[in-house]
């Protein structure tokens, strides 16, 4: 997945937006002021040429973040972030797109799943008819 894909997918979520506090290297995609997603290009916007590739980072289940970074090797400990809750994903080419989709979904669910009911329910509408 290139730039403009994740992008896209990223922003595609519900109260989404890309803010730059770390400056304008590195796009943090928040939900209602919560980060879920970073993503810049090489080491957090530290190219140093031997990195090219995006690196996502990625809010994650403590159990499924080991599994995932077990199964695939461009997925690491997150990179400047709390190793436990969150994975970085080197964007090389070699997670299936459709695992890179669901893992973004993941962490936009983890997020929201921490707001308050009434958040949560602007977000993703809970209905209560049947």
Not at 26 to 55: C, P, Q, S
Not at 81 to 105: A, C, F, L, Q
Request: aromatic share 10%.
């Amino acid at each position: 997945m290139d730039f403009s894909i994740l992008e896209r997918y990223l922003l595609a979520k519900p109260h989404s937006a890309v803010y730059f506090p770390f400056g304008e290297e590195i796009n943090v995609y928040k939900v209602k002021e919560k980060m879920f997603a970073i993503l810049a290009r090489g080491k957090m916007g530290k190219d140093d040429g031997t990195d090219n590739h995006w690196w996502l980072n990625l809010k994650c289940d403590p159990d499924e973040a080991v599994m995932l970074r077990d199964i695939f090797p461009s997925i690491i400990a997150g990179y400047h972030m709390n190793k436990r809750h969150w994975n970085t994903v080197i964007m090389d080419g070699s997670v299936p797109k459709g695992e890179i989709e669901r893992m973004i979904d993941n962490s936009f669910l983890l997020v929201v799943n921490k707001m308050t009911k009434k958040d949560k329910q602007s977000i993703i509408p809970i209905t209560l008819g049947k």
